[in-house]
């Protein structure tokens, strides 16, 4: 699934103008010094110096550092993303997991970054649920063209494959930093295959 790490380049997501530019800034600025100097380093005071909007805009709209990352996830979930369609529940989710393990070692590291600081901000934590439950929505397809297909059974549930699928590249990646090997996204894409069937 597409990366958290997008909202950087996102000024087209909402109506342009003033309020859009400002936004962005703000957005890039978050993200450099998330990067750079983690959860801590974010702050409105912070923010507000790197991004050249002045510190009461910053407070007045994003009030503190959690309601900044939020606003970061939320960009991410505004973008137009679509799930990949090869043809083939496998192939389907071997690009999904391609595009999960592109997210986690992009570099700089923007969605391992944001993927950090949801640990330590409540609201950066539920913006992130928001964005997986909107990526797990829209993933979904995959299944659902899969049972159309004949390639599994109509009850089969979309997160479950989606999860079986796509959870382990998160662990092997974020939680054990394990190496990226040549078959990591094929290898749980064939696993999520297997929960299906």
Same mark, same amino acid.
Do not use: K
């Given at each position: /699934?597409?990366? @958290?790490?997008?909202? &950087?380049?996102?000024?087209?997501?909402?109506?342009?103008?003033?309020?859009?530019?400002?936004?962005?800034?703000?957005? %890039?600025? #978050? /993200?450099?010094?998330?990067?750079?100097?983690?959860?801590?380093? &974010?702050?409105?005071?912070?923010?507000?110096?790197?991004?050249?909007?002045?510190?009461? $805009?910053?407070?007045?709209?994003?009030?503190?550092?959690?309601?900044?990352?939020?606003?970061?996830?939320?960009?991410?979930?505004?973008?137009?993303?679509?799930?990949?369609?090869?043809?083939?529940?496998?192939?389907?989710?071997?690009?999904?997991?391609?595009?999960?393990?592109?997210?986690?070692?992009?570099?700089?590291? #923007?969605? %391992?970054?944001?993927?950090?600081?949801?640990?330590?901000?409540?609201?950066?934590?539920?913006?992130?649920?928001?964005?997986?439950?909107?990526?797990?929505?829209?993933?979904?397809?995959? &299944?659902?063209?899969?049972?159309?297909?004949?390639? #599994?059974?109509?009850?089969?549930? %979309?997160?479950?494959?989606?999860?079986?699928?796509?959870?382990? @590249?998160?662990?092997?990646?974020?939680? /054990?930093?394990?190496?990226? $090997?040549?078959?990591?996204?094929?290898?749980?894409?064939? %696993?999520? &295959?297997?929960?299906?069937?």
């Amino acid at each position: /699934m597409e990366s @958290v790490a997008q909202p &950087v380049s996102s000024g087209a997501a909402r109506p342009g103008g003033r309020t859009a530019r400002t936004r962005e800034r703000v957005l %890039a600025a #978050i /993200m450099a010094i998330l990067v750079e100097q983690g959860f801590d380093g &974010v702050t409105v005071e912070a923010v507000a110096g790197r991004s050249g909007v002045h510190r009461t $805009t910053v407070y007045r709209r994003w009030r503190d550092t959690g309601g900044l990352l939020a606003d970061a996830f939320d960009a991410a979930r505004e973008l137009p993303w679509e799930p990949p369609d090869t043809g083939t529940l496998l192939g389907d989710l071997i690009e999904v997991n391609r595009q999960v393990v592109a997210a986690l070692t992009e570099r700089p590291p #923007i969605a %391992a970054a944001l993927i950090a600081a949801s640990f330590r901000s409540p609201a950066a934590a539920r913006a992130l649920r928001d964005f997986w439950e909107d990526r797990f929505a829209r993933a979904g397809v995959v &299944v659902s063209r899969a049972a159309g297909r004949g390639e #599994i059974g109509a009850d089969v549930e %979309a997160r479950t494959v989606l999860v079986a699928a796509c959870a382990p @590249v998160f662990y092997e990646i974020v939680l /054990m930093r394990a190496p990226v $090997t040549d078959d990591l996204a094929e290898r749980y894409a064939r %696993a999520g &295959v297997a929960a299906a069937r």
